[in-house]
């Protein structure tokens, strides 16, 4: 979710889709929304109750979010989120998969 990490996950999976890479901002020209959602999950700023899985799922299309290590309480509100599975945990960050009926648009 955080730009910084974008080259070492370009290296990694080069075939899949990065909400943000080279610059957050083109995410922010092309839609202002979604970049404001993407600043609320990196800061922890969502609403009460708010599920970040569900948003990521849904709001981004998103199977899998890699949180970086320096974003520890969204990666611990997603281990706690039913709509989340936590899959690796190294010192650079967290991997998790959004499960499925998250992606699902109301």
């Known amino acids: 979710l955080h730009w910084g990490d974008f080259t ?9 889709r990065y909400v943000t890479g ?17 600043l609320a999950l990196q800061q922890g700023a969502l609403r009460e109750g708010r599920d970040p899985a569900e948003l990521i799922g849904r709001e981004f299309s998103a199977r899998w979010a890699y949180i970086g290590a320096g974003h520890p309480g ?12 936590l899959l690796a945990e190294t010192r650079a960050g967290w991997l998790f998969e959004i499960r499925p009926q998250a992606t699902a648009v109301p």
């Open 74 to 85: 969204l990666a611990e509100s997603l281990y706690h989120s039913d709509n989340a599975l």
């Open 22 to 38: 080279l610059d957050p901002n083109y995410l922010f020209y092309q839609d202002p929304e979604r970049y404001l959602l993407l």
């Open 8 to 16: 070492r996950l370009l290296w990694i999976a080069d075939d899949l």
